[in-house]
């Protein structure tokens, strides 16, 4: 407790001086980041002396041997009975399981303060980037080989900036995805069920040709999220664009 | 496997996550099952071994659960319909009876995957829709996943659950021979992943059931719905369980094998850009698949650094760039999407000077496919591509 209290600078040196809040391009793997080629060895008999084999992360461990389940006759055969009073019904679990989540949630509200915390370091990152004076900032956010080496400063700003704009954008996708899903949620606790989420509880189903289920999907679909575009590219490709996937190139001629 | 269990540390009682099991048995269906982790999400308190369900004096606090060792509870008995669950078994066996999910044919959730003639079926749930039944899935499936910390707040995920119709069960009802779809396992995605190209959070397919190829199933399944959806490439969550791990990286591995002998054939070069096109796995899951498969090997440093190979490469350069900066020194064809639909391109010249950093010994890649008795000319695939209703 007594350490606890023990008055704090705002200025740590030991922070200031440790690499790992500070982006590290020096250590990136050329294969992931560079996307370097790689040869296919097609000898039969590799000469292996003059090669390392590549091992980054750990090797996985032995698995452990499990006991096997027992199979046991049941004691009676499942009658369904009517009038029977379920005494493992939903009102049952429904106060516990309240409690758990509103438990729960506050975790994932820490996590999502955090989130946004962290967002608006990048957005202030960004405009120190930007800025006249980006030299003086760069050295606070990207670990350096040599503080005085211009080239490898500037060439850090590039990445930094790179690497900000990837996350801020990856936010933006997140944050979107958040509230959409939150809409539909929304939606269903007014009563709307979204198109494609209703429950296929009629076993009927599995006597219907597959095909026809699938063109009827696709048709729901298209009453949902509106008519795919193909775009005619005439060099035998098409670019295939619908609404509710993302875009990708086709042969001329196929779906 | 020893039934003692250490004690646990306050540490280790994180929200719902033990390190040591606190069931010892688990009643599934006809199934006595040993419990493989232990969870304490199920209990509001761990001093009278009692379930959340089963009390409703002891406040629970939101730092964990007191420390106890050895098992809070001797056996949990789990509906194999609906995931319901009870320490009193005459309660079960009076709500089998009356289980609105205890159906020929699942009720709930939407048809994704239906192989009638391999009596298989993937259904989707959607968490905010489902909310009970997927809160007691994700329960039960933590008795048998090490790395697991969402049990409640089940509306941003998707669960996908495969069924399937099990002989033994047919010995239930002897006068009736109805088949019957039971959940055999599932995984679970979360819509609102930090990481967009996530598509897999969890997977556990249940002890009884393994052994049935069922997890390559839903892997497949996964795959083969985001090539329909155009959303690769994607992969799991990390970090993966022990046994999820080994299910991916038996997966990826053969996937690969198949690919790098037949799909490039005539070609010496290839990037995990390339691949990752070619089979839609992220490039970070290609480089752990071959670093684990043993056939990634770098040239000591002695030899000529990556640059000069690659005509003095930058970061910001595309594959395309490169390729053609150095088409002088040898054959590099980056594998785009246009090529794959066409790639006769590929079938073209060779390398005459392996001077590079990286390199996948086919040779080695062999060994490994003797070893997990891969076959390099087949690819072997539990999923029917005419059964996807995505």
Known sequence: MAERKKRKL???????????????????????????????????????????????????????????????????????????????????????????????????????????????????????????DWIKHVPTMVSLNDRNDYEELSRKRVLARREILKNLEKFQDWEARTTAHTLAVKNYLKGNIGLGDEDDSNGLILDRSLDRLAKERAALRIAQHGTPVRIVLRNGFDLLAMPHRKPRIVLTGTS | MSSATPPCTPAENEYGVLHSRNIKHVEFGQFTIDTWYGNGAYFASARNGQLGTETTSVPRKKDGLPSVSGFWLDTLYVCDFCFKYTSDKSKLSLHMSSCPLNQEFPPIGTLVYADVKGKRLIKKVRGFRHELFCQNLSLFGKLFLDDKSVYYNVESYDFYIVYGASKMHAAENKLDDRTVYRPMGF????????????????????????????????????????????????????????????????????????????????????????????????????????????????????????????????????????????????????????????????????????????????????????????????????????????
């Open chain 1, 10 to 132: 705002r200025l740590n040196h030991e922070l200031a001086s440790s690499n790992t809040r500070l982006l590290n391009f020096d250590n990136g793997n050329a294969l992931l980041s560079l996307n370097q080629p790689i040869y296919l060895d097609r000898q039969l008999k590799p000469n292996k002396t003059k090669l390392r084999r590549v091992q980054v992360t750990e090797a996985q461990p032995e698995l452990a041997q499990r006991e096997p389940p027992k199979f046991r006759d049941l004691d009676l055969p499942h009658r369904r009975h009517r009038n029977t009073v379920d005494p493992l019904a939903d009102e049952v679990y429904e106060p516990f399981h309240r409690r758990m989540k509103k438990d729960e949630r506050s975790v994932t509200l820490a996590d999502r303060s955090k989130l946004h915390f962290d967002v608006d370091n990048l957005r202030g990152q960004l405009t120190l980037l930007n800025q006249h």
């Open chain 2, 187 to 390: 995984f679970s995605k979360e819509i609102t992943a930090w990481e967009p190209d996530n598509n897999l959070a969890c997977i556990c397919i249940f002890p009884p059931y393994q052994r049935l190829h069922l997890g390559s199933l839903l892997i497949e399944f996964l795959y083969a719905a985001a090539e329909a959806a155009g959303q690769q490439p994607l992969g799991p969550e990390f970090p993966l369980s022990p046994y999820g791990k080994q299910l991916y990286l038996r997966y990826w591995g053969k996937r690969i094998a198949f690919e790098l002998f037949n799909s490039f054939e005539n070609c010496d070069l290839i990037t995990l850009g390339d691949l990752a096109v070619l089979t839609g796995f992220r490039r970070e899951d290609l480089f752990f698949a071959l670093e684990h498969m043993g056939v990634l090997y770098t040239a000591d440093t002695s030899g000529s650094p990556p640059a000069e190979a690659v005509g003095e490469q930058n970061p910001t350069d595309e594959p395309e760039k490169v390729a053609s900066r150095s088409k002088g020194k040898f054959f590099y064809l980056p594998f785009s999407r246009l090529q794959r639909l066409d790639n006769r391109a590929l079938r073209s010249k060779s390398l005459t000077t392996p001077e590079f950093t990286y390199r996948i010994l086919l040779r080695a890649l062999m060994d490994w496919c003797e070893k997990n008795k891969v076959s390099t000319e087949i690819l072997s695939t539990m999923l029917d591509p005419s059964c996807l209703l995505v």
